[in-house]
């Protein structure tokens, strides 16, 4: 699956809260989500409009190898 090109970061927040992830705190245009499943992991999210594709890329990375998915795994989990 291709990455989403017009992808915002608050639709990626969006995206995440339903895989587990709540925001814990905002500094100027940057959230900060964690989730504790399967064990505690924390990513930031720029507030950028659109994404840049290698951001959203490392984003996605960093968040499919904590969840022990593939890229494309996560991409159908957040925007099947």
Do not use: C
């Not at 930031?44 to 994404?51: F, Y």
Request: hydrophobic share 40%; glycine share 6%.
């Amino acid at each position: 699956m291709k990455l989403p090109r017009s992808l915002t970061g608050d639709d990626l927040v969006h995206a995440l809260r339903r895989m587990g992830y709540t925001p814990t705190r905002q500094t100027g245009s940057h959230i900060r989500l964690t989730t504790l499943a399967p064990s505690e992991h924390h990513v930031t999210i720029p507030r950028h409009i659109p994404l840049r594709v290698g951001t959203l890329a490392a984003i996605l990375a960093d968040i499919a190898n904590h969840a022990g998915l593939s890229r494309d795994d996560l991409l159908q989990r957040l925007f099947a």
